[in-house]
């Protein structure tokens, strides 16, 4: 059974930080790129950040100098360090893993549950 578990989602207020994780769980081999997405309410989700295994990375404008995804491979976790919050940060925050590779197979497109990440003003 394969998951993607994320945490560390919470209320903070404008300024503030906050540092998501995400641990994919199972019997894994590798995984390739591995994304922050967010969904505001009424809104699509949309690319936060992303990050390849050897750790090149990619960022949504609206983030860019305030957000830094990295990931350890050993422990198949991705993390989002938030600094500098705005209340348009206000989302569900989801991990995603583009490929992932098992033991007895190759698995795409996994989605975490979820955290949600609200700033307040």
């Known amino acids: 059974q394969v998951q993607l578990v994320e945490s560390g989602g919470g209320l903070v207020q404008a300024g503030g930080s906050l540092r998501l994780s995400c641990v994919a769980s199972?019997?894994?081999?590798?995984?390739?790129?591995m994304g922050w997405y967010r969904q505001a309410p009424g809104k699509q989700r949309e690319l936060v950040a992303t990050i390849t295994s050897g750790g090149s990375t990619k960022y949504a404008d609206s983030v860019k100098g305030r957000f830094t995804i990295s990931r350890d491979n050993a422990k198949n976790t991705a993390y989002l360090q938030m600094n500098n919050l705005k209340p348009e940060d206000t989302a569900v925050y989801y991990c995603n893993v583009d490929e992932m590779k098992l033991a007895w197979r190759t698995i795409y497109n996994i989605w975490g549950q979820g955290t949600q990440v609200t700033v307040s003003s």
């Open positions: 199972g019997h894994i081999f590798s995984i390739t790129l």
